[in-house]
């Protein structure tokens, strides 16, 4: 017998136990004089590195035992097919309240090795259907394999779609807003290239007309001359502000 099957599997015919090394390897299913053998690998998990493998033997009169990490036979078999199910469910529902991109990513990242092994327990269920015609236990297995599949594929691609998706608005919204910042900074320079002449005119010959107003009311005078200018300022913000929405909307 090979290491990984129990010392008690004697009845397994020698052309299967031959077949196995000191790791459960795959998943497959392997056949022979209606003995049939089931490697499988339950569900991963995030920090998994190794799969953990659970085995199956079906003898020829329709009993099942269980090996590895499981235990109760066909029913153990039923639980590891249906922990798939529930766990792409689950994938699905945190599918379901993604919102960003780190959300969607993370959501790619676990659902990957969860599709590629229900991948190939479905086709390993399907080698056994091949295998043993009339069993109804093993069809209702693979149909069951064949759903946690597909969920899992359908959860790939609309979370690969949803990180599309947020990608190409948070570039789309990083443009609008480069577009906004260049068409206020263009208003900006236009205003400053109108006052830039007189302004180095007046600082260059240090222009200071007598107006009469030195002395007149101080310091209020000037203190309102403050407010005046500041007032000038938000109104000229207020129109540029106005302007961007109206091209905003005409946009």
């Not at 109760?72 to 590891?80: K, T």
């Not at 990242?109 to 259907?129: D, F, G």
């Not at 043993?132 to 069809?139: A, G, S």
């Not at 609008?176 to 290239?193: F, Q, Y």
Request: no cysteine.
């Amino acid at each position: 017998m090979g290491k990984v099957l129990p010392a008690a599997w004697t009845e397994i015919p020698a052309s299967i136990s031959e077949r196995f090394g000191s790791q459960a390897g795959r998943q497959r299913a392997m056949v022979h004089e209606n003995h049939l053998v089931l490697v499988t690998h339950l569900v991963p998990g995030p920090d998994d590195v190794e799969r953990k493998a659970a085995i199956f033997w079906r003898k020829p009169d329709g009993t099942w035992k269980a090996a590895g990490e499981a235990k109760g036979g066909l029913h153990a078999l039923r639980g590891l097919v249906d922990a798939y199910r529930q766990r792409a469910i689950a994938l699905e529902t945190e599918l379901e309240k993604a919102k960003r991109a780190a959300d969607y990513f993370a959501i790619l990242m676990s659902v990957a090795p969860i599709l590629r092994a229900a991948r190939h327990l479905h086709k390993t269920l399907q080698e056994a259907r091949d295998a043993i015609k009339n069993d109804q236990d093993i069809i209702a297995l693979r149909d069951m394999a064949g759903d946690a599949e597909r969920t899992a594929e359908l959860i790939q691609q609309d979370a690969k779609h949803g990180l599309d998706y947020t990608t190409a608005r948070r570039a789309e919204e990083q443009a609008e807003t480069a577009d906004h910042i260049a068409k206020s900074s263009h208003r900006l320079n236009l205003i400053a290239a109108l006052f830039l002449p007189i302004s180095a005119l007046g600082s260059v010959f240090g222009v200071n007309l007598a107006h009469g107003l030195e002395n007149k009311a101080a310091p209020w005078l000037f203190w309102g001359f403050v407010a005046m200018s500041f007032l000038f300022g938000f109104i000229v913000r207020a129109t540029i502000s106005k302007k961007d929405e109206a091209d905003g909307k005409s946009a």
